[in-house]
């Protein structure tokens, strides 16, 4: 199983730099790394709709939350939450909920339940280094080593060599990721739709929420 360790030192290849015994030495390149992890993971999880991170849920509403206007129903958003994947009004995903509004803690429409697949960052599932597909673990290692190049390095050009690499690497995770997707899928709305959709959410917040992230 690969560990917190393994990513840090693989980081520290890129940039050339000696490897660590252990990630709690007390050299600037250990504490710039155990700084940065954190926040590199959680923003990698961030970038796409990854298939070992999803998580399906059935959302009751909150009875104690009254919209003033708008849709009726609010649904508070679990904290492992970091982006939505689709939402539907029925548990086997047949049918897209198409109106609903995602707000930053919570989702709102007019039915309840509703179905919610969505990207976790719950210790068990994205946060858990065991389920990273490898292209998943090569693009966190590189946009480790992208954003330590500097307090570590110095070195300006390696920082675009490694950047460069970081794009082909989150790149390369999300077309892999995307062949493990299960079928059939929501289809992406249309240009038209979406255009739609945003004046109706500058407007009276009607509008269609993103079902495929």
Known sequence: MVSKLEIFNAALDELGHEILSDTGEGNRAAQVLARLYDKVVADCLAEGSWNFAMETIKAESDTG?????????????????????????????????????????????????????????????????????????????????????????????????????????RKNAKSHDAMNEPQPRFPPPSPWTQARAGRMARGDRGSRGRLIG
Not at 103 to 114: M, R
Not at 145 to 169: G, H, Y
């Open 65 to 169: 939350v009254e919209p003033a206007f708008g849709f009726r129903q609010v649904f508070a958003k679990p904290s492992d939450w970091v982006r939505t994947f689709a939402v539907s009004e029925d548990e086997y995903f047949t049918y897209p909920l198409l109106h609903y509004y995602d707000d930053a803690n919570y989702w709102s429409a007019d039915n309840s339940p509703i179905y919610i697949r969505y990207v976790s960052n719950d210790t068990g599932l994205g946060l858990e280094m065991s389920r990273w597909p490898a292209a998943f673990r090569r693009f966190v290692e590189l946009e480790l080593a992208a954003r330590a190049c500097m307090p570590i390095t110095q070195n300006a050009s390696l920082r675009e060599d490694v950047e460069a690499a970081r794009d082909k690497a």
